[in-house]
């Protein structure tokens, strides 16, 4: 059997919002801060695309892969179709503010 990709994600819209505000807010940092940011995020969601299974649960069926150059992770689930980014989340913050959107 062959090895299956995933080429869909979506973002909880909790997620989404908490994503724009950290590019908002690392461009208003540094100009292009917010732009390197998003380009990290992306990243790491083409490596959660191409092995969503590299990375540890965290709890239920939500795994977590770090971002790289960024104290962040992105929070996922997955299904036969597609990768839901359940958060963005700030490692350094409230560890456990994001389980409501489960």
Same mark, same amino acid.
């Given at each position: 059997?062959?090895? =299956?990709?995933? %080429? *869909?994600?979506? &973002?909880?819209?909790?997620? #989404?919002? #908490? &994503? ?6 690392? $461009?208003? /940092?540094? $100009? ?8 990290? =995020?992306?990243?790491? =969601? $083409? /490596?959660?695309?191409?092995?969503? *299974?590299? @990375?540890?649960?965290? #709890?239920?069926?939500?795994? /977590? ?8 992770? =992105?929070?996922?689930? $997955? ?6 980014? %359940? ?5 350094? /913050?409230?560890?456990?503010? @994001? *389980?409501?959107?489960?």
């Amino acid at each position: 059997m062959g090895k =299956i990709f995933f %080429v *869909k994600y979506s &973002f909880h819209p909790e997620a #989404e919002t #908490e &994503f724009v505000k950290a590019v908002e807010f690392y $461009e208003e /940092r540094e $100009e292009g801060l917010g732009h390197n940011f998003a380009a990290e =995020i992306y990243l790491t =969601i $083409e /490596r959660i695309l191409a092995h969503p *299974k590299a @990375w540890p649960f965290i #709890e239920d069926d939500i795994r /977590r892969s770090l971002v790289s150059r960024f104290p962040y992770g =992105i929070l996922y689930s $997955e299904d036969r179709k597609e990768i839901f980014v %359940v958060a963005v989340m700030h490692l350094h /913050r409230e560890p456990d503010y @994001w *389980k409501h959107r489960m």
